[in-house]
Each structure stands twice: as C-alpha cells, then as structure tokens.
C-alpha cells in the first residue's frame, strides 16, 4: 500500500507553493514504510502539516486523508514505546 512506483519526489526544505506534493511520497521517497524511521515520518509530518496549513505548500488533499495511516502507525509505534520506557521506570521505583 505504501510502496512507491514513481521516481521520489527530490526532497528540499523549500516547499515550491505552486506544487501540490503527495503526502506519503514526499516522506518516504523510495523507501517502503517500513523503511522509514518513525521519528523520520513524524518530523517530516509536522513540516509538511505546518507549511499546508499555513499555505507555503499544497498537498494533493484525497492523498493527505488516504495517508493519515502513515502518522497514525509511527504515533502507535511512538506511544508504545514510551508506555514500555515509563513502565520501566516505575519497575525501577517499585
């Protein structure tokens, strides 16, 4: 599902405003999901978000909502792994 066919969009930290990017291709370049570190997915996320709302970008919008997923298993990913870190810690206390 989030494996790339096309050639990857070049990445930059300019954002061209007159392009709409594709969300998932613009993160994971030509790497499977799996590929991608989740603190890479989710700082990339956040820059992307941030120059969408604040209109220094577009994203092609079907393929923003269609690649929520993407955020969503590297957040669960995150979360897990702070519950199991903090966990740790009490372990440590108790």
Known sequence: ????????????????????????????????????????????AERLLLAWMTNETKLERPK????????LVALLRKNRELEERLAALEGRRG
């Open 1 to 44: 599902m989030f494996r790339r066919h096309a050639p990857a969009e070049e990445p930059t930290r300019e954002l061209d405003p007159d392009r709409e990017l594709n969300f998932a291709r613009t993160i994971l370049k030509d790497r499977a999901f799996r590929e991608v570190p989740d603190d890479e997915v989710l700082r990339e």
């Open 64 to 71: 923003l909502y269609d690649h929520y997923a993407l955020i």
